[in-house]
């Protein structure tokens, strides 16, 4: 380098933007990610001893992933060489492979090659890079934007660790403003800027959890605002919300966030969540997706999802589409704003998949022939009886006749269940009064006998597919608490199974799948619960059906005398069966008598998740000190923990210990395991607005800070829960106990 290139390199460096400028050199300066890159994390001692494999970092921009390529540059003995995806060929992989070569001839030394967005890599580079790899001649180090298992060849990935940078949180943006504006030589710590906390908040929000966009707007700002007379630079939030006035969106028309931002938007429709739907909307049309593929979408959705619980959906949502296409954007945003709050807003159903049931079916049975009957009888009646027997429907009275129009090895199979919802709830009955009337046809020998048309067993398609369904709705951890119970449980096919708490039924049907020689009992309290629940087992065979007992838990001993008198339960299981109660002890008790009815040779099992309360999620740990102040931090914080040590929350102040203690005290062998799970929590409005409304029949989290707290306080508080938090998902912590007494 001649004296020439080196003031030319000084130059460069002076005049970069500040973002360039202040990219950490170390792993000590690098802020951030420490998921992977903190102390003792497998990265940062690979970083540290220079012992790499190759490597694919991803991430949203501004995470630090080219940055980490950096500081390996900086601290490996390696030799280094950087490539662009953009600008980079075959040729330039192909100088870059030659120079590894030399380096490691010659100099027994490393080459690390980095490629910036590599998933931007058409597959002959990736195939013309991807022997080196193999043979270790290069070690690949890449960064991209998008999800390398769907963007990146996949014998490049699976040669490759991965590491994937989650966007910065406010802390860490925190700190890059302050590295920005006390750094003397790459920043502005040779300046005199005053930086008012309403302006540093404005930015660290809008950045999204993007450093680069985050010392953009720092850069805009410094240079931009005219100091005092006493030299200072005053930032307020003005100037901060001209420096960055519109959000960071996240949004690639072909990358991850288009899919799973559309894929957020149709499950919120689908859930019947108006204000979600709404979100997820406004994000796209903020990002710029083209509207006409969100019309797209939810026609798909109104056919899918809505089906015939509302038929007129469909129509409205093309006539939507088609006001759209009249009127354009930005006026164009009310129809597709219409017909997304009409979709979630309307009655549901998917049953028009039994189509997907029928096409299975078509797929993977023998084709089967067309009755008789149904054949077109205008070519061969005379010669071969086409048609003959065919009753038409519209000679009889309301236009239908029993009859049956399924091939013989199908009749009696079930393809469409018509859901309880909208329109299809008025067709319900008549569809099921009239299959009950066609198998009737069959049991009087058309095609099949009785019992292989009304028997089905255990692995029944038709059946499983229906329970699927039903659980379909129901979350990952929901899932993941039943699973766990039945694994506990150990039940047995021939077993008497007694669900405490059925609720809406997460366990019964797990139940009804695993006990086809035995049976199961549904205990439920409230009428509403025994009504669903009722009118859901209509659609299982009648033997496989649950019983349904209503009945609170107390009065659960004298209702099985009389609903199931001499009946022995093998397994009793629930969920939150004494998370609710108002005295555990004494439904332990009840519990109890229940076990002690089974036979001594066959003992009953008592399997339970209980939600501990002691451990539930905190509201105050949802907002940072800085929000309120330490001060009132430190107020709610006694205030919201006193709750559960009050003598009015009985309910509220038990966990595993006393749990111990209770059922040994009733005389039952107990074994408790503990584990922590953790979901993800939509903050709405109605949410916030339930917490600090007046309650009626029990107290609200207000009503309790009331006692604690000034009314102004708790306005403050619930301010800083909208401005934060509204629409935002947080982790939401819970503590499940799974309880083995016997």
């Keep these: 380098m001649d004296l020439f290139d080196r003031h030319r390199q000084e130059v460069t460096e002076a005049e970069a933007p500040l973002a360039a400028r202040m990219r950490p050199r170390t792993l000590d300066e690098f802020v951030g990610q420490e998921a992977i890159v903190g102390p003792g994390r497998l990265l940062r001692r690979a970083i540290q001893a220079d012992q790499l494999s190759s490597l694919i970092f991803y991430g949203p921009p501004?995470?630090?992933?080219?940055?980490?390529?950096?500081?390996?540059?900086?601290?490996?003995?390696?030799?280094?060489?950087?490539?662009?995806?953009?600008?980079?060929?075959?040729?330039?992989?192909?100088?870059?492979?030659?120079?590894?070569?030399?380096?490691?001839?010659?100099?027994?030394?490393?080459?690390?090659?980095?490629?910036?967005?590599?998933?931007?890599?058409?597959?002959?580079?990736?195939?013309?890079?991807?022997?080196?790899?193999?043979?270790?001649?290069?070690?690949?180090?890449?960064?991209?934007?998008?999800?390398?298992?769907?963007?990146?060849?996949?014998a490049l990935v699976s040669r490759s660790r991965l590491f994937q940078l989650k966007p910065l949180d406010e802390p860490a943006l925190r700190t890059v403003v302050q590295q920005a504006l006390t750094d003397p030589q790459r920043g502005y710590g040779h300046l005199q800027v005053q930086l008012d906390e309403a302006a540093l908040a404005h930015w660290v929000n809008v950045a999204n959890g993007d450093a680069r966009a985050l010392l953009n707007a720092i850069e805009l700002a410094v240079e931009t605002t005219p100091p005092r007379p006493d030299g200072v630079i005053h930032l307020t939030l003005a100037v901060a919300e001209e420096s960055i006035q519109r959000r960071a969106v996240l949004y690639d028309k072909e990358g991850d966030a288009h899919f799973d931002t559309i894929s957020a938007f149709i499950k919120s429709v689908r859930g019947s969540d108006p204000d979600a739907a709404l979100y997820w909307l406004a994000r796209m049309v903020y990002a710029g997706e083209e509207p006409r593929f969100i019309f797209r979408r939810l026609l798909i959705l109104a056919g899918e999802d809505?089906?015939?619980?509302?038929?007129?959906?469909?129509?409205?949502?093309?006539?939507?589409?088609?006001?759209?296409?009249?009127?354009?954007?930005?006026?164009?945003?009310?129809?597709?704003?219409?017909?997304?709050?009409?979709?979630?807003?309307?009655?549901?159903?998917n049953s028009?998949?039994?189509?997907?049931?029928?096409?299975?079916?078509?797929?993977?049975?023998?084709?089967?022939?067309?009755p008789s009957p149904l054949r077109d009888a205008n070519r061969d009646k005379k010669g071969f009886g086409h048609g003959a027997g065919y009753l038409y429907p519209h000679a009889y009275r309301d236009h239908w006749v029993e009859q049956q129009y399924l091939p013989a090895s199908l009749q009696g199979q079930v393809f469409y269940q018509p859901s309880n919802q909208g329109y299809e709830a008025t067709i319900q009955t008549q569809v099921a009064q009239r299959r009950e009337a066609q198998l009737a046809a069959i049991v009087e020998g058309i095609s099949l006998a009785p019992t292989e048309a009304l028997t089905f067993s255990p692995t029944n398609s038709a059946q499983e597919r229906w329970l699927q369904r039903t659980l379909g709705q129901v979350g990952e951890q929901l899932g993941y608490v039943r699973d766990r119970l039945f694994a506990l449980a150990q039940v047995q096919r021939q077993h008497v199974v007694l669900d405490l708490n059925a609720g809406t039924g997460l366990l019964t049907w797990e139940a009804i799948r695993q006990v086809p020689e035995g049976g199961v009992y549904a205990c439920v309290a409230a009428e509403t619960d025994a009504t669903a629940l009722t009118q859901q087992s209509q659609m299982l065979p009648e033997l496989t059906r649950p019983i349904v007992v209503r009945s609170t838990l107390a009065d659960l001993p004298t209702e099985l005398t009389r609903q199931a008198p001499g009946v022995q339960f093998d397994v009793l299981l629930g969920r939150n069966v004494l998370t609710s109660a108002a005295e555990v002890r004494g439904e332990i008790a009840v519990l109890t008598e229940i076990l002690s009815r089974a036979d001594a040779n066959s003992p009953s099992h008592l399997v339970l998740a209980e939600a501990l309360p002691r451990r539930v999620q905190r509201l105050y740990g949802l907002l940072q000190p800085a929000w309120l102040g330490a001060k009132l931090h430190q107020q709610l914080v006694k205030a919201e923990e006193a709750k559960y040590a009050h003598p009015s929350e009985a309910r509220l102040q038990w966990d595993v210990a006393e749990l111990q203690q209770w059922f040994s005290a009733a005389g039952l062998d107990v074994k408790i395991q503990v584990e922590p799970l953790q979901t993800e929590l939509l903050i709405t409005p109605a949410l916030i607005s339930r917490w600090f409304s007046q309650g009626t029949t029990q107290p609200t989290y207000a009503d309790h800070l009331s006692h604690y707290l000034a009314a102004a306080d708790i306005a403050l508080i619930r301010d800083r829960f909208t401005e934060h938090l509204c629409h935002q998902?947080?982790?939401?912590?819970?503590?499940?106990?799974?309880?083995q007494a016997s």
């Design 62 to 154: 501004g995470t630090g992933k080219t940055t980490l390529a950096r500081i390996i540059a900086n601290t490996t003995k390696a030799h280094f060489i950087a490539i662009n995806a953009v600008l980079a060929g075959v040729k330039e992989i192909r100088e870059a492979i030659a120079v590894a070569q030399e380096k490691r001839g010659m100099y027994d030394q490393r080459t690390i090659l980095f490629v910036d967005e590599v998933h931007r890599f058409n597959k002959a580079q990736q195939d013309a890079l991807l022997p080196w790899v193999e043979n270790g001649t290069v070690i690949l180090i890449g960064a991209t934007t998008e999800n390398p298992y769907f963007e990146v060849n996949k």
């Design 306 to 349: 809505v089906g015939l619980a509302d038929p007129q959906a469909i129509g409205v949502v093309n006539a939507c589409a088609e006001a759209f296409d009249r009127i354009g954007m930005p006026e164009g945003r009310y129809p597709l704003a219409q017909a997304t709050l009409y979709l979630a807003t309307c009655s549901k159903s």
């Design 352 to 370: 028009v998949m039994g189509f997907f049931d029928a096409l299975a079916t078509v797929e993977q049975e023998r084709e089967a022939e067309v």
């Design 729 to 739: 998902q947080v982790p939401w912590q819970s503590t499940i106990a799974f309880i």
